[in-house]
Every structure is written in structure tokens, then in C-alpha cells.
């Protein structure tokens, strides 16, 4: 089947830092790549949106220029959490959409800003 | 390995009732999450069992039993707004998501 890794899977990092994520779809490209965020209460929060070679459409409400997205290739996307603070610490999801708009999540990383 | 079994796809009934089984092997278990999802949408979180019972939640309920390594949710009164794909997530010990491949249900009036 089709797999989505996320590394780190878990990082702590001091307030003002930058944390990079990385998406990767391990057995198939990738043509669209979601950022996903997960609050206390379960729900996910679409974040970001982005198609391989474009930039990303952001969802309303979420700062692109804190939250930088990049989908360099079919098979990789990154999220840069850029001067972090503690309100940025979650759990961050990201999942990747086939060419048969099929759509396969990933496990996850675990955000702590201190 | 780690893995989460759900069927690929049901057809249902309108006003009918419907179980979507969830069956998973995991490295520890931190809660299980069922999330709907409709074609273009982001997922929405249905529930979130960590005990085992039955949690009701309207017309959606959801079971698990941490011994069998299984989950099912329980669609009552089905509408034709339900047909949807609805997702099995376990949650391990190292706190990573293992996701199931989702359930096409269809739902025919």
C-alpha cells in the first residue's frame, strides 16, 4: 500500500527557533500535499495545500510566512515552522493525494515549543 | 509491523444502519480516531476511544476493545450525506499515527 513518512516524528525545540518537517510518499508521487494540524480535541485543521513545482494555497486564517511550505518533488514536502512559540507546539499531519486523487496520511510530528 | 485493517468499500441503505469494522496491530496504543471524510474535503473527527465501551455520539457511535485489537462505528438512520470515506487512525506508544486506508461508504436511497 501506499506510505507517507513524517520525520521528525517528534522535535523540542526553544522558543524563536525554526523546525523543519519533512513529507515524503515512499511508493508512489505525489501530485498534491496537505498540512494538516491537530488540536487537543482531535479535530485536524486544514492548513496548507500544495502541487508539486507551485506554491501553496493556504487556508484562511494560517500565516504563510510563518508556516513555509515547499513541494520540491512528486515524492517530498516540507513545513518550516519559522520562530516558533509555544502556541505553535502540536501535532503536525501531513498527507499525500495520488494521481487517482486518493489521499494517504502520515503518522505525524509531535511539535513542543518551550 | 504496524497495521490497520477497515473493508474498502460498503453500500448501504438510506435510514439503515451500518458498522464499519477496524481491526489493528500496533506498537502500544495511545487511542483510536474515526474521521469522515468527503472527496475534496479535509477530514472531520467523528470520535476518539481510548477506554474500552461504547461511546454514542447521535446518530454515530463507536466501540473498541483493546484486548482484540478492534474498533467498529455504528452509522444509525443513514442520510445520503454520510456517503463519505471514513478512516481508522491508531494512535501507538511513540504517539505516531497509523492510519487505515479508509472505507468507501456508498449509500443508495
Known amino acids: 500500500g501506499a506510505v507517507v513518512s513524517q520525520h521528525p516524528s517528534r522535535v523540542i525545540c526553544k522558543s524563536g527557533t525554526s523546525v523543519k518537517i519533512e513529507c515524503r510518499s515512499l511508493?508512489?508521487?505525489?501530485?498534491?500535499m496537505f498540512w494538516y494540524r491537530q488540536f487537543p480535541k482531535k479535530s485536524l485543521m486544514l492548513m496548507a495545500t500544495?502541487?508539486?513545482?507551485?506554491?501553496?494555497?493556504?487556508e484562511q486564517g494560517v500565516e504563510k510566512d510563518k508556516f513555509l511550505i515547499n513541494h520540491a518533488s512528486l515524492t517530498l514536502s516540507t513545513l518550516t515552522v519559522t520562530s516558533a512559540h509555544p502556541e505553535d507546539s502540536s501535532f503536525y499531519i501531513c498527507?499525500?493525494?495520488?494521481?487517482?486523487?486518493?489521499?494517504?496520511f502520515g503518522p505525524g510530528t509531535r511539535l513542543t515549543v518551550l | 509491523g504496524q497495521n490497520i485493517d477497515q473493508p474498502t468499500e460498503m453500500t448501504a441503505t438510506e435510514g439503515a444502519i451500518v458498522q464499519i469494522n477496524c481491526t489493528y496491530q500496533?506498537?502500544?496504543?495511545?487511542?483510536l480516531f474515526w474521521y469522515q471524510q468527503h472527496a475534496g474535503e479535509a477530514p472531520t473527527f467523528l470520535s476518539y476511544n481510548v477506554l474500552d465501551g461504547l461511546e454514542e455520539k447521535g446518530r454515530f457511535s463507536s466501540f473498541l476493545s483493546r484486548s482484540k485489537g478492534y474498533s467498529y462505528l455504528l452509522l444509525k438512520e443513514l442520510q445520503m450525506k454520510d456517503s463519505a470515506s471514513y478512516l481508522c487512525a491508531v494512535r501507538d506508544s511513540n504517539y505516531q499515527l497509523i492510519w487505515g486506508a479508509g472505507t468507501k461508504l456508498i449509500i443508495k436511497p
Open positions: 500496533t506498537s502500544g496504543f495511545n487511542g
Open positions: 498527507s499525500a493525494g495520488n494521481y487517482n486523487n486518493e489521499q494517504f
Open positions: 500544495s502541487n508539486e513545482g507551485s506554491k501553496a494555497t493556504y
Open positions: 511508493d508512489f508521487q505525489a501530485t498534491t
